[in-house]
């Protein structure tokens, strides 16, 4: 899309191919609108340059803030700007804590929905909101739109299309978990292994390409991920581990699309750690990296969680199976892995590492020190140093019996029988299930109090794994491969909403559900913890005591992310709500069998008549 004349001009008019492509080559930027064929109304390239330099004079001048924003300066500031929300996590340290605090304890109860807006879909809402200058742009697995924030009104709607067969290799949930703004853009990933960037006025495409191969559905990869811009890098994971990929990241030149680099997640045979694979294992060995990262700008890495190995029977893959149930840590604008952390090695539990590494500063003895925070899906609480990836802490936060503890000096788990027996094909009860002790969904941190504030699992399982399949790139890899039945304490208790320390995995509160929380949560400067849970309610709890505050039913369940904005004066919060994805689909949640779905969007703020 030519930008430079839609600005200038207002509206976009059909001309030659010819002279699309021409404007194109000058301007070094694709020239491809929503059909290919259209382009601006200015005769020469030169004249558009002109008008454009000429605009941006004018709009620098008459407003001082937001027009040519979402520049990579403005990522890096995500956190410290509360009118908007740039960044998956409300910030490149994942933090998903918000400094505004006129929402709090005392007028929480006065929280009112103050529109809603439907997606017309009924796969599953787990779309991270992104909220700039008064609209906020969502997505589903087919769609992208751009709402007002303030009234609900639809701005535009675009629907992407992709090939029905796709779906085959989506194990979890047909969803999307939200696009990246960057430089006038809103960029997402699409289920069959796109990338496209819209204009964020208009919904027009600007460019969309393909992942390279071998990435495609037929070689068993999707992506689901919202992306991660770094200066000016689209950096974007892929899923599908349980169809026999092997795993990797990419990074893609934000303005063009051009594709930049690619690290694999599992090393080719005969490179560093391909010795920790059985045979030619590795080369289905699964290892995707299907939820968003998290970046330091100052040591400038890129932390991003590294998922499980395939087949979840782990009888034909012996040895550590590096690189699968890592953190990495990687620079930005090539790749390069810089350090790595293996937190569950020769995994049988699908216990993939892909959950968000939440960045802080935070004492550690008497000194401040950078670190990088994982609740590790296995059960364990990761503190790591964000320079070099050194093991400071890794304790229990729910209950676990596959190890007793990790080794401080290897970072190894300190296995017990229930994992020894596992492997050699016996049938074992293990804690946690397979859905881990949390999931994919996001906890937050709030510097105030010093707490992560986890969704937690509380459900164990029956596992065996019978002889192993025989794999190839596409095939399943994951739920048949292995005999599994839910085992529950309480079966009015599958969850809990914790207050973790996370040096020590001990909770200051634990708030009981009876289904486990897949949305993400999110912490304020006032004390306040949004969460959704999954038989639609919307919630404010006290993040001091655990006491749930205030409760809002929305239409279907929640497993979508709140985040908190504010535009003249006054505090918003947005959520997604809609029930789908594994747990919903897999979980065996007897509560959830008649649960209705419908993804939409809901925004609320206090009522002040
Ligand atoms: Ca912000």
């Avoid at 787990?126 to 769609?143: A, L, M, Q, R």
């Avoid at 009015?492 to 200051?508: E, F, Q, W």
């Avoid at 947005?574 to 969007?601: E, H, I, K, M, W």
Wanted: glycine share 10%.
């Amino acid at each position: 899309m030519l930008e430079c004349c839609s600005i200038a001009d207002g509206k976009l008019l059909r001309v030659s191919e010819r002279r699309a492509r021409r404007y194109s080559s000058a301007i070094g930027r694709p020239a491809i609108s929503n059909d290919n064929t259209t382009a601006c109304r200015c005769n020469e390239w030169r004249e558009c340059m002109f008008r454009t330099a000429l605009l941006v004079v004018l709009v620098s001048t008459a407003v001082p803030l937001g027009v040519l924003a979402q520049t990579s300066a403005d990522l890096k500031n995500d956190a410290n700007t509360p009118d908007d929300v740039l960044v998956y996590g409300m910030g490149y340290s994942g933090q998903r804590y918000s400094p505004l605090t006129q929402i709090n304890k005392q007028n929480v109860s006065k929280l009112v929905p103050i529109w809603s807006y439907s997606l017309a879909d009924l796969n599953g809402g787990e779309s991270f909101p992104v909220v700039k200058d008064g609209v906020i742009y969502v997505t589903t697995h087919n769609t992208t739109a751009a709402v007002d924030a303030l009234t609900g009104k639809q701005i535009w709607r675009v629907i992407h299309e992709y090939p029905p067969e796709t779906l085959r290799v989506v194990c979890c949930g047909i969803v999307n978990r939200g696009a990246a703004i960057y430089e006038g853009m809103i960029i997402r990933a699409l289920m069959d292994d796109r990338l496209i960037a819209l204009d964020a006025k208009t919904g027009n495409q600007i460019w969309m390409v393909s992942s390279p191969e071998p990435v495609t559905h037929a070689n068993g990869y999707a992506m689901t991920g919202a992306p991660l811009i770094v200066d000016g890098i689209v950096i974007t994971g892929v899923a599908g581990a349980e169809f026999s990929h092997r795993g990797l990241l990419e990074g893609y030149d934000a303005k063009t699309g051009k594709h930049l680099w690619r690290t694999y997640t599992i090393p080719a045979k005969g490179e560093p750690g391909s010795e920790t694979w059985e045979g030619d294992s590795q080369l289905t060995g699964g290892g995707s990296s299907w939820v968003t990262g998290t970046y330091d700008p100052e040591l400038d890495l890129v932390y991003w969680g590294i998922g499980n190995p395939a087949p979840w029977n782990p009888r034909a893959r012996k040895g550590d199976n590096l690189f699968t149930n890592s953190i990495f840590a990687v620079r930005p604008k090539t790749g390069e892995r810089v350090w790595y952390f293996q937190t569950t090695p020769h995994d049988p539990f699908d216990y993939d590492a892909v959950q968000t590494p939440v960045l802080a500063t935070i004492n550690i003895g008497e000194s401040p020190r950078k670190v990088v925070m994982q609740a590790n899906r296995s059960g364990f609480l990761y503190v790591l140093d964000a320079k070099d990836g050194k093991l400071l802490a890794a304790n229990a936060y729910g209950k676990i019996n596959w190890a007793s503890g990790v080794d401080k000096e290897t970072g190894r788990p300190i296995v017990t029988d229930v994992f020894k027996q596992a492997l050699e094909g016996k049938n074992v009860t293990v804690w946690p299930s397979i859905s881990g002790v949390t999931n994919w969904q996001s906890p937050s941190f709030s510097p105030r109090t010093g707490f992560l504030y986890i969704n937690t699992l509380h459900v164990g399982m029956t596992y065996e794994a019978p002889e192993p399949p025989k794999l190839a790139p596409g095939r399943p890899s994951g739920v048949p491969t292995v005999k599994r039945t839910v085992v529950v304490d309480d079966p009015n208790i599958r969850g809990y909403l914790k207050a973790v320390d996370p040096m020590t995995g001990k909770s200051k509160w634990e708030t009981p559900y009876q289904s486990p929380n897949y949305s993400s949560t999110m912490v304020t400067a006032s004390d306040l913890v949004f969460t959704g849970v999954m038989n639609g309610e919307f919630q404010a709890l006290d993040a001091e005591t655990g006491k749930v505050l205030w409760s809002f039913q929305t239409p279907s369940g929640i497993i979508g992310h709140p985040v908190t904005w504010e535009r003249n004066g006054k505090q918003y919060v947005t959520v997604v709500s809609g029930l789908g994805g594994v747990y919903a689909q897999r979980g065996g949640d007897p509560a959830l069998q008649n649960a209705p779905t419908g993804v939409t969007l809901w925004t609320f703020a206090l009522y002040d008549k």
